[in-house]
């Protein structure tokens, strides 16, 4: 038993409605599931905001019944897109599964649950794991336990709160677009916000727990957005929803037909009040269907293409702008894991080349344009380019200068040695100091016959140790001439290794070679990345 009241529930419901519309682009920002068209969180917000618009409209006084019809039916007719429609079939559920309970505790909010599920589920077709559904049914759990434990209703408000947003954390391990993009459900995350706010305005509390555990900003996996654009190989262009209003339509029959005419289908409500929605590349056929048993209202026609490249267009903006800094960074490199590395220290364009490919002015000018800072620090990473990259820093109209790096890892260092609230010249000068602590060591295989810097031969075949542009080793394994060469660069006086292995170099060899370092070289820290540069198996740093 409880001392809640109508008003008091009328209240949280417009307060939930509220909550999450002040988070709708929040939930927008995550959708890539079905089709990114980015507006889970317009639709969700839209669909409650018709039910408190339909509360508002009851006579004082009415009775929980006439509340509960009242929620169902704005919910049918606010229902926006699939998630909308879902939406709508959950707080369905939630009064008829209310209905059978005289009072509000426990027990009867388990019950609720249970049929707000039961009511989703038959709702859609082909349920996926992952979504909005995945986290009715671990809330509905939640409640379901918390009845069994005999928790008192605060606490089990709670507790099935924190079982929505740990629900929504594990939305990508359940679907793998999610996992790929990086994101959790959108549709899961704004059902745990309305439950969320829901919850604090029925308890009076001032905050919602998804702001205490600060949910979106350092969930696990994180919740951030990428710049994408995988409209290619949806097969289906146009969102369309509407109202119908028969006393004749069979809803399987409906739904067979829409199954037909696209995915995403759903039917819902009862006679003489239906929702429809589907996603489709022929809306007019899908009219002309409603249109023959019955009348059709509140028609809505989405292109989705249009709404994804929009979506698009919206987050490479709002990237743009938050990506704006005092010093940007381009750097030179060949190999994905070398790439990856510089991003993750800071640097914005990565032009390909190093070795065995230099780029051009114009190719280093080109990625400069493309930073959007104060001024740009281009890193060549190799001897060869380096008289490029000063023409382009002298003709580019962004402030623009160059750190003379001969090599990714020494990249690294000079990175480390950067800061942003320093000027151009200043870091120019501190990056480069740092180079001069740092011996590159490059191991590849002789193509032609030579002679190393100290008049030894060298046959075609031959693997070869280079120390700063010069052969200071030369054998028949990779392992034993980078050890040679580590003795020939005196790394016993050093601190730090860099290895970074190449695209034929097998982690198994990495690994192997990792180990043998280490075990001549006791007082050295070794720390060895995936470069995937080609032709030079092991290139490495100390310093």
């Known amino acids: 038993m409880t001392d809640y009241t109508s008003n008091d529930i009328l209240n949280a419901i417009a307060a939930a409605s509220k909550g999450l519309s002040a988070r709708k682009e929040e939930v927008n920002r995550l959708n890539v599931f ?23 409209k009851l006579p004082i006084g009415s009775s929980r019944e006439d509340m509960r019809k009242a929620i169902t039916n704005g919910a049918l007719m606010g229902a926006r897109g699939n998630s909308g429609v879902i939406t709508s079939q959950i707080l369905r559920g939630l009064c008829e599964g209310s209905a059978k309970c005289d009072t509000l505790d426990v027990s009867s909010v388990s019950i609720a649950f249970d049929q707000a599920v039961a009511t989703a589920f038959h709702a859609v077709r082909k349920p996926v794991e992952g979504t909005i559904l995945t986290v009715l049914k671990d809330s509905a759990a939640a409640a379901k336990k918390a009845a069994k434990k005999k928790m008192e209703l605060a606490e089990a408000f709670d507790f099935i709160v924190e079982a929505a947003y740990d629900s929504v954390k594990s939305t990508p391990e359940l679907l793998p677009v999610l996992k790929e993009n990086n994101v959790v459900d959108a549709g899961g995350f704004g059902l745990a916000i309305l439950m969320d706010s829901f919850v604090a305005a029925i308890l009076g509390r001032g905050g919602t727990l998804g702001d205490e ?17 995988d409209w290619e190989g949806s097969k289906y262009r146009y969102c369309n929803e509407f109202l119908v209003d028969s006393d004749t339509l069979d809803k399987d029959e409906a739904l067979d037909f829409l199954a037909t005419m ?8 009862s006679t003489p009040k239906f929702k429809v929605h589907v996603h489709s590349n022929t809306p007019d056929k899908v009219l002309q269907y409603f249109l023959e048993r019955g009348q059709i209202s509140e028609v809505f026609i989405h292109n989705m293409q249009l709404q994804a490249e929009d979506r698009n267009d919206k987050l490479a903006a709002e990237q743009h702008a938050a990506e704006h800094k005092a010093l940007g960074f381009v750097a030179v490199a060949a190999g994905s894991g070398n790439v990856k590395i510089l991003e993750s220290l800071g640097v914005d364009a990565v032009v390909s080349g190093g070795q065995t490919m230099n780029p051009s002015t114009k190719d280093l000018l080109d990625a400069v344009n493309t930073v959007d800072a104060d001024a740009v620090i281009i890193l060549p ?32 260092s000079a990175l480390f040695a950067a800061d942003q609230d320093a000027g151009l010249d200043e870091n120019v000068d501190e990056m480069t100091a740092a180079l001069e602590e740092v011996k590159t060591g490059e191991v590849t295989t002789a193509i032609k016959d030579a002679k190393d810097a100290h008049g030894g031969a060298i046959a075609a075949g031959d693997v070869i140790g280079i120390a700063d542009g010069s052969i200071e080793a030369v054998g028949a394994s990779i392992e034993d001439v980078t050890l040679a060469l580590l003795d020939a660069m005196e790394a016993a006086d050093a601190d730090n290794l860099t290895l970074l292995a190449g695209e034929e170099f097998t982690d198994e060899q990495l690994e192997a070679l990792s180990a043998r370092i280490e075990g001549q070289y006791d007082d050295l820290e070794v720390d060895a990345h995936r470069g995937e540069q080609p032709l030079y198996p092991v290139i490495f740093s100390i310093e």
Not at 47 to 54: D, I, K, N
Not at 213 to 229: D, G, M, S, W, Y
Not at 383 to 394: G, K
Request: aromatic fraction near 2%; charge should be negative; hydrophobic fraction near 45%.
């Open 34 to 56: 079905p089709v990114p068209d980015g507006d889970t969180g317009t639709n969700m917000s839209l669909t409650v905001a018709m039910v408190v618009e339909t509360l508002a």
């Open 381 to 412: 990473n190799n001897s060869n380019i380096i008289m490029a990259a000063n023409s382009a820093a002298e003709v580019s109209e962004i402030p623009c200068a160059v750190v003379p790096t001969k090599s990714v890892p020494a990249a690294f």
């Open 213 to 229: 555990l600060a949910f979106a900003r350092t969930a696990e996996p994180k919740v951030e957005i990428e710049h994408i654009n």
């Open 262 to 269: 696209g995915d995403c289908e759903l039917c819902v409500g």
